[in-house]
Structure formats: structure tokens, C-alpha cells
């Protein structure tokens, strides 16, 4: 499962794609940051080429250990293609706070970011995978729901992309002003972004008592970056 903690540590050589060079010092190639990132995700974009161009798709990911995990129809394209053994990157953000500086230039995000290249392989277990996919969304859900039956696994592929070649950049902190505009009389600072999570709604048509995880949904605030940096994009 999710095993952070139990793996050694943590630091992973970049390799030459995956090697920041813009503002190196908001780079992490440690395993914890590119965890914490995508567990704190719902949502990643697929990017790759077919005949037809290139393509960059929002789907829904999770990670088990040191694979981030997609799923989706036979029939769709990201499937169809990624299934050929192509280059993929995939990408995770979150985006923490809009940076206002004293210039314009300087204007800048407060950021968690991760990008993963590789090529996607097909997963056996479909359906252990997709059980983590219920727990990732709810954990304890998976024990309650009605299973996936023959024809729902038989129409559905589940991928995974190893986490071997990864970048992360995180940028947090208030904005770094060049000295000669520091007097400059305009307001600095950061507005901060959260993903508020909502008050649940429940379907009219439900006979069962509310769970646990639905109560502990609301107020919840996404997780804060793990690492505190300060610098420019
Ligand atoms: C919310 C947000 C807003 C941003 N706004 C801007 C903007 O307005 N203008 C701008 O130029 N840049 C912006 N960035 C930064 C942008 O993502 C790139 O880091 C930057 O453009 C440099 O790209 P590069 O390919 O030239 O960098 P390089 O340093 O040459 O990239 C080398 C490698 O580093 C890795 N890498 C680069 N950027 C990231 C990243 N963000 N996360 C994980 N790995 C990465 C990739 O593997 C890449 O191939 C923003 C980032 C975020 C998350």
C-alpha cells in the first residue's frame, strides 16, 4: 500500500528531462515530497502523442507505492494509446496562493508541483487496484458499495506509470521584491488558495444512516505543501 514510510530514504537522482534548471532551488526529487503530492491529488493531466497531435488529459489518479495508478474505458483514446507503450508525462498541481509583489515582475504562485515522465503499463489486479481507487475517494467506502461485477471490470483498464523518473517543484512564502522597489507604497504579499471541502449532500433517495467518512468530510481544508520555500518561480 501506501508506503512511505517503510521506504529507504528518500533522495532520487534526476535524470537529464527531469533535472530542474529554472529556479533549481524549488526542486525536490525525494520520494516523501512526490508522495505527499500526489496522494493530496484527485486529479492529474496525462500528457502524449498520437496521429492526431498532442493531448494532455484530465483523469483521475491515485497512487500504491511507487506507481501512480489511471483508469478509463477500453475504448477511450488516453487507453487505447497508453496501452501501445507510448511516452507519457504526467503532471500534479496545486496551486496554494497567488503571490503579489511590488512589481509586476515579480508576481509569482505559491505552488506544490510533480511531473512524471514514462510509459504506462497495463495492471493484472484490476480489481485490488480499483478497490484502492474507492479508498483513495473514501477510505472504508470500498467495504460498502456493491462490487464491480464481470462486465463492468471486463470494460474497464486500469494503468500505471512507475515513479522512477519524477521532478517536483514547490514554491511558498511571501514575494521576493528586487531592493530598489522595496518602498514602492503598494500592498505585497500572498492570498492563499485552499480546496475547501463542502458540506455533504446527501441523495434524497438514501435509506442509511450517514458514515463516518461522509461526517468527517466537511471543513477539511487540502493539505498544506510540505516544504516551506521561498523564491521565485
Ligand atoms: C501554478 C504554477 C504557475 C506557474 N506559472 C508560471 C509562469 O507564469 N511562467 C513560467 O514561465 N513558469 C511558471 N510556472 C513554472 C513552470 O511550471 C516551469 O517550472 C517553468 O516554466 C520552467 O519550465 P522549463 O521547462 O523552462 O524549466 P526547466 O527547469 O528547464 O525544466 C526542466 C525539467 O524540470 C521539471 N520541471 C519543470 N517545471 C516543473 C514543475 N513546475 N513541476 C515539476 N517539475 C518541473 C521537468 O521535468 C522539466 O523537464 C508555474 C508553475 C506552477 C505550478
Same mark, same amino acid.
Not at 34 to 59: E, R
Not at 141 to 161: L, P, S
Given at each position: ?10 533522495? /532520487? ?11 533549481? !532551488? ?30 494532455? %488529459?484530465?483523469?483521475?489518479?491515485? /497512487? ?14 488516453? %487507453? ?5 507503450? $507510448? ?9 496554494? *496562493?497567488?503571490?503579489?509583489? #511590488? ?5 509569482? +504562485?505559491?505552488?506544490?508541483?510533480? +511531473?512524471?515522465? *514514462? #510509459?504506462? !503499463? ?11 481507487? +474507492? ?13 464491480? &461485477? ?10 500505471? $506509470? ?8 514547490? /514554491? ?7 531592493? !530598489?522597489? +522595496? =518602498? ?13 471541502? *463542502? ?6 433517495? &438514501? ?25 521565485? =518561480?
Amino acid at each position: 500500500m501506501n508506503d512511505t514510510a517503510a521506504l529507504p530514504p528518500t533522495r /532520487r537522482a534526476p535524470s537529464d528531462r527531469t533535472r530542474v534548471r529554472r529556479v533549481a !532551488e524549488n526542486a525536490h526529487y525525494d520520494r516523501a515530497t512526490l508522495h505527499a503530492i500526489i496522494d493530496a491529488a484527485y486529479l492529474c493531466h496525462v500528457a502524449f502523442s498520437d496521429d492526431k497531435g498532442t493531448h494532455n %488529459i484530465p483523469t483521475a489518479c491515485w /497512487r500504491e507505492g511507487e506507481h501512480l495508478y489511471i483508469h478509463g474505458s477500453n475504448g477511450g483514446r488516453l %487507453i487505447k494509446w497508453l496501452g501501445q507503450g $507510448i511516452q507519457a508525462c504526467v503532471t500534479i498541481t496545486h496551486l496554494d *496562493g497567488l503571490v503579489l509583489a #511590488r512589481s509586476a515582475f515579480n508576481h509569482s +504562485m505559491n505552488y506544490r508541483s510533480a +511531473m512524471v515522465y *514514462g #510509459r504506462f !503499463e497495463p495492471v493484472a489486479d484490476k480489481h485490488a487496484a480499483l478497490a484502492a481507487l +474507492m479508498d483513495h475517494l473514501a477510505l472504508g467506502r470500498q467495504a460498502e458499495i456493491r462490487a464491480g &461485477n464481470d462486465k463492468e471490470f471486463a470494460a474497464t483498464t486500469v494503468m500505471r $506509470i512507475a515513479l522512477d523518473e519524477a521532478a517536483c517543484k514547490v /514554491r511558498s512564502g511571501p514575494p521576493v521584491d528586487d531592493e !530598489e522597489d +522595496m =518602498q514602492h507604497p503598494v500592498w505585497a504579499g500572498v492570498l492563499p488558495l485552499v480546496q475547501l471541502r *463542502g458540506t455533504p449532500v446527501a441523495d434524497p433517495l &438514501n435509506a442509511v444512516a450517514t458514515p463516518g467518512y461522509v461526517h468527517a468530510w466537511t471543513g477539511l481544508t487540502q493539505a498544506v505543501g510540505p516544504l516551506d520555500r521561498n523564491a521565485r =518561480q
